[in-house]
């Protein structure tokens, strides 16, 4: 049967036959209708009222039942909807399923039910909310031995490139293809974890170590592949002829196309993402070719294909080819005007995206630090390309909570300009993922997207901080943005998070920016008071900032006790101490050694 009509129709039949008799194996009866159209195409096209039975089917009462099929039918829908394009179940069904799992006590299920929870949270831009439901994984596998291992280390690696963390996202993709060589684990894992190495080395502009990597991927036993291996195997196959693009030769990149199309196209659904990552690279190979204006803007259309298919993290992959491609050709320019003019198309369906995880972080949090931690986790990720710490807006908040203080307010108002400070650059979580590609055009559009959001979280109440998150780059004198306010205007607490914020970007480490001194920081804000700063409140930063100096010690570590227990930091440091338990137990080699 491959009539698409056909299998919705036996998807809700199965679903039907639930709700009538909600047993067991009528469970596995609908598992396996699910997973027979998994890896066929037209499981990419099946109706959305299709996928609205599945869920409404499994959040039924009747069907709360404790079984292993039906918490397997969870997992399928949440990977399903991912791969396919759909909307992502609810965090809160996504929580049961898991809670189903630790319930029935079996390993496999909880692990999965971690790398999907994992999942959920990483399609809402919330990384490292979702590392650390890969940690915890991590840690069951590594104490296991389960063969899941290494997908785990690979999904924190996707984790780790999507927030630009380049470095870390190479280092554990590292520790997953070593922990797979040792569990011998199947063909598929390592070509997923060699081609997300390659994109990263590719990112990072190590250009030879990416195609080393993508070569891997493409020469691993060629008898042993499924459907399943056709995306990285296009994905591979793509990097490799872009990385030929760079090194100027034509031929070679035609001759890898020719050699390797016709088998890979064999396990590619038409219309799929891997079938863009195919056509991509024949419109590549023309580039090299010298072809360049028809197959750039072929290669524009694919990209804009990709777009349409909302999976952010692969429409990266295409961005970046265009960048390049664009580049090579001396394009920049125009490569820079469509890609931009993509972005500002898509800002309505990340809204979108993001809004829905305000939704679901309104619906399940029991407290107001849940909240705020989660929009937190948004502000760090989306400065995580220039502050690998991720500890920028902690020590903004802290500094800012300090400057209110010393303005005359109170420890409740004192706390508002804290969670100000650190959300004040929330909106740049809408383009995290294409930051390191080219830069938006309208650097200060995350001012009103960041306070946008925090008007629609449960934070709406803090005023402070929608006002600092809008107005926190408007300028004394008047000449700021977005709004040209000046003077008293300008809300006190953008005022007090523009001088915190100035003084932490001058004084640490930054991506492509050496730090100055305290004292030189403080001069500049001294000679910009009047101009760019609030004339008092500069004074009065001056005088927070000496008497921290004062206290003795790093002046950063009087202002980083949260960063230190963020959900980020956690999760690094659980990370590093499996690893450390993994290279101790002799199982591999340290990375990098």
Not at 27 to 43: E, I, Q
Not at 124 to 149: K, M, P, Q, T, W
Not at 325 to 346: I, P, Q, T, W
Not at 434 to 453: S, Y
Request: a negative charge; proline letters at 3%; aromatic letters at 6%.
């Amino acid at each position: 049967m491959n009539n698409q009509d056909d299998f919705n129709a036996l998807i809700v039949a199965a679903c039907d036959k639930i709700l009538a008799a909600p047993r067991e194996e009528s469970f596995d009866g609908l598992l396996n209708t699910l997973l027979s159209t998994s890896n066929s195409p037209t499981a990419w096209s099946l109706a959305q009222s299709t996928w609205r039975a599945v869920e409404a089917m499994l959040s039924t009462p009747s069907t709360l039942v404790i079984c292993s099929s039906r918490t397997r039918a969870h997992y399928w829908l949440m990977m399903s909807s991912h791969f396919y394009g759909m909307t992502l179940p609810t965090l809160l069904l996504v929580r049961n399923a898991l809670a189903e799992a630790r319930q029935i006590g079996t390993s496999r299920l909880v692990i999965n039910g971690l790398k999907f929870l994992a999942l959920h949270h990483q399609y809402r831009f919330d990384d490292a909310g979702a590392l650390n439901y890969l940690c915890e994984g991590i840690e069951l596998a590594h104490a296991s031995d389960d063969s899941v291992h290494a997908q785990l280390w690979n999904n924190c690696g996707t984790c780790f490139m999507d927030i630009g963390a380049l470095a870390e996202s190479q280092r554990y993709l590292r520790v997953g293809l070593q922990v797979a060589a040792q569990q011998d684990s199947v063909a598929a894992d390592l070509r997923l974890l060699h081609c997300n190495l390659a994109w990263s080395l590719a990112q990072d502009g190590n250009w030879v170590g990416a195609r080393q990597a993508a070569e891997k991927v493409l020469a691993l036993d060629p008898n042993d592949q499924s459907l399943a291996d056709g995306p990285p195997l296009a994905s591979a196959l793509s990097l490799l002829v872009l990385s030929n693009v760079g090194f100027k030769n034509a031929v070679e990149a035609r001759q890898i196309l020719t050699r390797c199309v016709p088998t890979i196209s064999k396990l590619v659904p038409s219309k799929s993402l891997a079938d863009f990552h195919l056509r991509a690279a024949g419109a590549l190979v023309e580039i090299a070719e010298g072809e360049s204006v028809g197959a750039l803007r072929r290669l524009e259309r694919i990209t804009e294909d990709a777009r349409r298919t909302n999976n952010q993290s692969v429409f990266t992959e295409f961005v970046f080819m265009l960048a390049t491609a664009a580049a090579h050709l001396g394009r920049r320019a125009d490569s820079n005007r469509y890609v931009r003019g993509v972005l500002l198309d898509m800002q309505r369906n990340r809204q979108n995206i993001l809004r829905a995880g305000i939704h679901d972080v309104e619906a399940t949090a029991e407290t107001t630090s849940e909240v705020e931690s989660f929009l937190t986790r948004w502000a760090v990720a989306g400065e995580l390309s220039r502050d690998p710490t991720g500890r920028h807006c902690y020590r903004v908040g802290a500094l800012a909570a300090m400057l209110a203080t010393a303005a005359g307010h109170d420890t409740e108002v004192a706390a508002r300009f804290e969670v100000a400070g650190r959300l004040h650059d929330l909106g740049k979580i809408a383009n995290a993922r294409i930051r390191n590609i080219v830069a938006p055009e309208d650097k200060f559009a995350h001012t009103t997207a960041g306070a946008d959001l925090i008007a629609l979280s449960p934070l709406r109440s803090n005023l402070h901080a929608i006002e600092a998150a809008r107005s926190h780059h408007e300028r004394w004198a008047g000449d700021g943005e977005p709004d040209g306010l000046a003077g008293h205007a300008i809300p006190e607490a953008a005022r007090i998070v523009a001088l915190c914020d100035a003084f932490d970007v001058m004084t640490q480490p930054r991506v492509g920016r050496q730090p100055i001194s305290v004292d030189q920081a403080l001069a500049e804000i001294s000679a910009c008071a009047g101009t760019q700063f609030d004339p008092v409140l500069a004074r009065k930063l001056i005088n927070v900032v000496t008497h921290l100096q004062s206290l003795g010690g790093d002046l950063a570590s009087h202002l980083e006790q949260d960063a230190n227990n963020s959900t980020l930091q956690q999760a690094r440091e659980r990370l590093a101490r499996v690893e450390g338990q993994i290279y101790a137990a002799g199982k591999m080699e340290a990375v990098g050694a």
